[in-house]
């Protein structure tokens, strides 16, 4: 991988770390609400996830595990 992968590569997961971040507050915001749309909170459960399946294949990418 160039310096120029790798930093683009490092670029997206900051993004994506910031995304799930965001997700997260949003998640805790509608479930202190009473009666929020529990469909709703799933969905975004559900992109969480995807988002930190996404973020531990890049950081694999990026600092792989080496065994000797």
């Given at each position: 991988?160039?310096?120029d992968e790798e930093?683009?590569?490092?670029?997206?997961?900051?993004?994506?770390?910031?995304e799930h971040r965001d997700l997260d507050a949003a998640i805790a915001a509608l479930i202190a609400v009473s009666g929020a749309d529990i469909?709703?909170?799933q969905?975004?459960?559900k992109r969480k996830?995807?988002?930190?399946?996404?973020?531990?294949h890049l950081?694999?990418?990026?600092f792989?595990?080496?065994i000797a």
């Open positions: 991988m160039t310096s930093r683009e590569v490092r670029a997206l997961l900051e993004r994506l770390r910031q469909l709703q909170i969905r975004l459960k996830l995807q988002l930190k399946d996404r973020i531990s950081e694999d990418e990026l792989p595990d080496i």
